[in-house]
Protein backbone atom coordinates (compact mmCIF):
# COMPACT_ATOMS: atom_id res chain seq x y z
CA UNK A 1 0.00 0.00 0.00
CA UNK A 2 1.55 3.26 -1.34
CA UNK A 3 2.36 5.91 1.77
CA UNK A 4 -0.11 8.51 3.01
CA UNK A 5 1.07 11.79 3.50
CA UNK A 6 -1.42 14.06 5.25
CA UNK A 7 -0.18 17.90 5.52
CA UNK A 8 -1.98 19.87 7.27
CA UNK A 9 -0.63 23.89 7.52
CA UNK A 10 -2.48 25.52 10.14
CA UNK A 11 -2.36 29.37 9.89
CA UNK A 12 -4.74 30.13 12.12
CA UNK A 13 -2.88 32.79 14.67
CA UNK A 14 -2.98 30.47 18.16
CA UNK A 15 -0.91 32.86 20.91
CA UNK A 16 0.29 36.05 21.44
CA UNK A 17 3.91 36.55 22.67
CA UNK A 18 4.37 39.94 24.37
CA UNK A 19 8.23 41.75 23.88
CA UNK A 20 9.31 43.06 26.79
CA UNK A 21 11.23 45.66 25.31
CA UNK A 22 12.19 48.76 27.45
CA UNK A 23 10.64 51.51 24.34
CA UNK A 24 9.18 49.47 21.97
CA UNK A 25 6.10 46.86 22.95
CA UNK A 26 5.66 44.34 20.40
CA UNK A 27 3.15 41.06 20.46
CA UNK A 28 4.83 38.46 17.92
CA UNK A 29 2.03 36.67 15.96
CA UNK A 30 2.23 32.58 16.55
CA UNK A 31 1.34 30.18 13.76
CA UNK A 32 1.48 26.41 14.17
CA UNK A 33 2.67 24.17 11.27
CA UNK A 34 1.83 20.53 11.41
CA UNK A 35 3.20 18.06 9.01
CA UNK A 36 1.30 14.33 9.70
CA UNK A 37 3.19 11.56 7.84
CA UNK A 38 1.28 8.54 8.07
CA UNK A 39 3.42 5.31 7.02
CA UNK A 40 3.07 1.51 6.80
CA UNK A 41 4.96 -1.67 6.74
CA UNK A 42 3.82 -4.98 7.35
CA UNK A 43 0.85 -5.23 10.54
CA UNK A 44 1.77 -1.82 11.35
CA UNK A 45 0.17 1.39 10.20
CA UNK A 46 1.79 4.25 12.07
CA UNK A 47 1.56 8.07 12.67
CA UNK A 48 4.44 10.39 13.16
CA UNK A 49 3.01 13.97 13.59
CA UNK A 50 5.63 16.83 12.49
CA UNK A 51 4.40 20.03 14.86
CA UNK A 52 6.02 23.21 15.44
CA UNK A 53 5.37 26.50 16.81
CA UNK A 54 6.93 29.64 14.49
CA UNK A 55 7.13 33.50 15.17
CA UNK A 56 7.15 36.05 13.68
CA UNK A 57 9.66 38.45 13.62
CA UNK A 58 8.68 42.17 13.35
CA UNK A 59 10.70 44.04 10.70
CA UNK A 60 13.33 45.80 11.97
CA UNK A 61 17.19 46.66 11.17
CA UNK A 62 20.68 45.42 13.14
CA UNK A 63 24.26 46.34 12.28
CA UNK A 64 26.82 43.40 12.85
CA UNK A 65 30.26 43.49 11.69
CA UNK A 66 31.53 41.39 8.59
CA UNK A 67 34.44 38.99 8.20
CA UNK A 68 36.38 42.23 7.32
CA UNK A 69 35.59 43.68 11.07
CA UNK A 70 33.55 46.22 9.28
CA UNK A 71 29.71 47.25 10.56
CA UNK A 72 27.20 46.49 8.01
CA UNK A 73 23.41 47.20 8.11
CA UNK A 74 20.69 44.58 7.72
CA UNK A 75 17.59 44.84 6.84
CA UNK A 76 15.62 41.88 8.40
CA UNK A 77 11.47 41.75 6.54
CA UNK A 78 9.12 39.68 8.88
CA UNK A 79 9.81 36.21 8.80
CA UNK A 80 8.45 32.99 10.86
CA UNK A 81 11.02 31.60 13.51
CA UNK A 82 10.81 28.74 15.06
CA UNK A 83 9.59 29.14 18.55
CA UNK A 84 12.58 26.29 19.66
CA UNK A 85 15.40 24.24 18.46
CA UNK A 86 14.93 21.60 15.90
CA UNK A 87 14.14 18.41 17.83
CA UNK A 88 14.33 15.00 17.06
CA UNK A 89 10.70 14.51 17.14
CA UNK A 90 10.88 16.99 14.07
CA UNK A 91 13.69 15.86 12.29
CA UNK A 92 13.62 11.65 12.71
CA UNK A 93 10.69 11.48 9.73
CA UNK A 94 12.69 13.21 7.44
CA UNK A 95 15.92 11.19 8.07
CA UNK A 96 14.37 8.06 8.68
CA UNK A 97 12.67 8.62 5.42
CA UNK A 98 8.66 8.08 6.86
CA UNK A 99 6.75 9.88 4.19
CA UNK A 100 7.77 7.24 1.58
CA UNK A 101 6.90 2.98 1.44
CA UNK A 102 9.29 0.70 2.37
CA UNK A 103 10.14 -0.61 -1.73
CA UNK A 104 11.18 3.38 -2.39
CA UNK A 105 13.19 2.93 0.73
CA UNK A 106 15.04 0.01 -0.20
CA UNK A 107 15.41 1.29 -3.66
CA UNK A 108 17.28 4.29 -2.14
CA UNK A 109 14.50 7.12 -3.11
CA UNK A 110 15.37 10.51 -2.34
CA UNK A 111 19.09 8.74 -0.72
CA UNK A 112 21.47 12.11 -2.03
CA UNK A 113 19.45 14.95 -0.83
CA UNK A 114 18.96 13.01 2.71
CA UNK A 115 21.43 11.75 5.53
CA UNK A 116 22.29 8.20 5.15
CA UNK A 117 21.62 5.28 8.21
CA UNK A 118 24.52 6.66 10.89
CA UNK A 119 26.68 4.13 12.55
CA UNK A 120 25.54 4.79 15.85
CA UNK A 121 22.62 6.26 17.50
CA UNK A 122 22.03 10.39 16.04
CA UNK A 123 21.28 11.21 19.74
CA UNK A 124 24.03 9.93 21.23
CA UNK A 125 22.18 8.41 23.81
CA UNK A 126 21.23 11.41 25.09
CA UNK A 127 17.38 11.23 24.84
CA UNK A 128 15.00 11.67 21.69
CA UNK A 129 11.29 12.86 22.85
CA UNK A 130 11.81 16.78 23.59
CA UNK A 131 15.42 16.86 23.21
CA UNK A 132 17.19 19.42 20.32
CA UNK A 133 18.67 17.20 17.36
CA UNK A 134 21.96 17.63 17.38
CA UNK A 135 25.65 16.28 15.07
CA UNK A 136 23.81 17.21 12.43
CA UNK A 137 25.79 18.32 9.48
CA UNK A 138 25.37 22.02 7.81
CA UNK A 139 24.08 20.38 4.69
CA UNK A 140 21.52 17.92 6.11
CA UNK A 141 20.30 21.02 7.58
CA UNK A 142 19.48 22.78 4.53
CA UNK A 143 18.19 19.37 3.12
CA UNK A 144 15.66 19.82 5.94
CA UNK A 145 14.58 22.77 5.40
CA UNK A 146 14.28 21.97 1.56
CA UNK A 147 12.21 18.70 2.80
CA UNK A 148 9.76 21.05 4.90
CA UNK A 149 9.30 23.37 1.55
CA UNK A 150 8.52 20.53 -0.33
CA UNK A 151 5.81 19.12 1.53
CA UNK A 152 4.45 22.01 2.57
CA UNK A 153 4.25 24.14 0.01
CA UNK A 154 6.02 26.80 2.05
CA UNK A 155 9.43 28.65 2.05
CA UNK A 156 11.95 26.81 4.54
CA UNK A 157 15.27 27.64 5.18
CA UNK A 158 18.16 28.67 8.16
CA UNK A 159 18.18 31.57 9.40
CA UNK A 160 20.46 34.33 8.09
CA UNK A 161 23.64 35.48 10.55
CA UNK A 162 21.49 38.67 11.08
CA UNK A 163 17.90 37.63 11.41
CA UNK A 164 19.43 34.98 14.07
CA UNK A 165 21.01 37.50 16.28
CA UNK A 166 17.73 40.23 15.50
CA UNK A 167 15.85 37.11 17.03
CA UNK A 168 18.16 36.50 19.91
CA UNK A 169 18.35 39.92 20.85
CA UNK A 170 14.75 40.42 20.31
CA UNK A 171 15.86 43.42 18.85
CA UNK A 172 17.75 45.30 21.42
CA UNK A 173 21.45 45.37 22.23
CA UNK A 174 23.64 42.62 22.18
CA UNK A 175 23.38 39.79 24.74
CA UNK A 176 26.33 38.64 27.21
CA UNK A 177 25.03 37.56 30.59
CA UNK A 178 26.83 36.20 33.77
CA UNK A 179 26.64 32.77 34.77
CA UNK A 180 23.98 33.25 37.65
CA UNK A 181 21.90 35.33 35.02
CA UNK A 182 22.33 33.10 31.93
CA UNK A 183 21.09 29.90 34.08
CA UNK A 184 17.77 31.56 34.03
CA UNK A 185 17.57 30.99 29.69
CA UNK A 186 20.36 29.04 28.66
CA UNK A 187 21.54 25.29 29.29
CA UNK A 188 25.28 26.03 29.16
CA UNK A 189 28.80 24.44 31.31
CA UNK A 190 27.59 25.30 34.24
CA UNK A 191 24.26 23.64 34.66
CA UNK A 192 23.97 21.38 31.76
CA UNK A 193 26.38 18.44 33.14
CA UNK A 194 27.75 18.39 29.61
CA UNK A 195 24.76 16.92 27.72
CA UNK A 196 21.69 18.76 25.57
CA UNK A 197 18.51 19.08 27.59
CA UNK A 198 14.69 18.85 26.19
CA UNK A 199 13.84 22.26 24.61
CA UNK A 200 11.99 24.86 26.75
CA UNK A 201 12.38 24.11 29.82
CA UNK A 202 14.54 27.22 29.93
CA UNK A 203 12.88 31.27 30.30
CA UNK A 204 12.33 32.44 26.78
CA UNK A 205 14.10 35.86 25.54
CA UNK A 206 11.49 39.01 25.24
CA UNK A 207 10.10 38.09 22.12
CA UNK A 208 9.41 33.86 23.51
CA UNK A 209 11.96 32.13 21.77
CA UNK A 210 13.49 29.62 23.98
CA UNK A 211 17.15 28.37 24.02
CA UNK A 212 18.61 30.76 21.73
CA UNK A 213 21.78 30.99 23.72
CA UNK A 214 22.55 27.61 25.13
CA UNK A 215 21.46 24.13 24.49
CA UNK A 216 22.78 23.03 21.18
CA UNK A 217 24.38 25.78 18.88
CA UNK A 218 22.76 26.56 15.97
CA UNK A 219 23.27 27.02 12.27
CA UNK A 220 23.12 30.23 10.67
CA UNK A 221 24.29 31.24 6.72
CA UNK A 222 27.04 33.92 6.96
CA UNK A 223 27.62 33.52 3.46
CA UNK A 224 25.00 33.01 0.48
CA UNK A 225 27.13 31.42 -1.29
CA UNK A 226 28.13 28.99 1.56
CA UNK A 227 26.54 25.83 0.54
CA UNK A 228 28.76 22.96 2.58
CA UNK A 229 30.02 24.40 6.11
CA UNK A 230 27.95 27.11 7.98
CA UNK A 231 28.77 29.06 10.88
CA UNK A 232 27.20 27.82 14.81
CA UNK A 233 25.79 30.51 16.70
CA UNK A 234 24.76 31.34 20.35
CA UNK A 235 27.35 28.93 22.14
CA UNK A 236 26.01 25.40 23.55
CA UNK A 237 25.87 23.47 26.14
CA UNK A 238 29.89 22.41 26.86
CA UNK A 239 30.47 25.64 26.98
CA UNK A 240 31.41 27.95 29.57
CA UNK A 241 29.18 31.37 30.43
CA UNK A 242 31.65 33.73 28.95
CA UNK A 243 30.63 31.91 25.55
CA UNK A 244 27.15 32.02 25.03
CA UNK A 245 25.76 34.39 24.41
CA UNK A 246 24.20 37.06 21.28
CA UNK A 247 27.62 36.96 19.63
CA UNK A 248 29.04 33.84 20.20
CA UNK A 249 30.18 32.15 16.64
CA UNK A 250 32.17 28.72 15.47
CA UNK A 251 32.78 28.36 11.76
CA UNK A 252 32.88 24.62 10.77
CA UNK A 253 36.08 23.14 10.65
CA UNK A 254 37.23 20.03 8.70
CA UNK A 255 38.16 18.75 12.27
CA UNK A 256 34.53 18.30 13.08
CA UNK A 257 34.69 14.98 10.38
CA UNK A 258 37.97 13.82 11.44
CA UNK A 259 36.74 11.05 13.55
CA UNK A 260 33.48 10.31 11.58
CA UNK A 261 33.53 6.87 11.34
CA UNK A 262 31.63 7.11 7.45
CA UNK A 263 34.33 6.92 4.63
CA UNK A 264 34.03 9.34 3.11
CA UNK A 265 32.69 11.01 6.26
CA UNK A 266 29.43 12.23 4.21
CA UNK A 267 27.52 15.57 4.50
CA UNK A 268 24.77 14.03 6.80
CA UNK A 269 26.36 13.57 10.41
CA UNK A 270 28.50 15.25 13.08
CA UNK A 271 28.57 12.67 15.66
CA UNK A 272 31.44 13.80 17.23
CA UNK A 273 30.00 17.59 17.52
CA UNK A 274 26.62 16.68 19.09
CA UNK A 275 26.63 20.72 19.96
CA UNK A 276 25.69 21.11 16.31
CA UNK A 277 21.36 21.86 15.86
CA UNK A 278 19.50 24.61 14.35
CA UNK A 279 16.13 26.27 14.12
CA UNK A 280 14.23 26.88 11.24
CA UNK A 281 12.76 29.97 9.10
CA UNK A 282 9.79 30.25 6.76
CA UNK A 283 8.90 32.75 4.39
CA UNK A 284 5.39 33.48 4.04
Known sequence: MPTKVLLILLTSIISFTTAARAADEAKLKSQTVTLKVQFEHPGTFK???VSFEMLQLPA???TLKDAQGKEALHEIKPIWMGKFEVRWDDYDPFWQRQDLDLEQ????IDAKSRPSKPYMPPDAGY???GYPAGGIHYVAARQYCDWLSAQTGKKFRLPTEAEWEYACRAGGPPVKLDAKSLDKFAWF?????EEPHPVGRKLPNAWGFHDMLGNVAEFV???????TKGVLAGGSYDAQADKVNSDAREPYTDEWNKQNPCTPPGVGWLPFVHRAGFRVVMED
Open 47 to 49: TNP
Open 60 to 62: GKI
Open 105 to 108: RRNG
Open 127 to 129: GIE
Open 189 to 193: MGNAK
Open 221 to 227: VRDPNDK
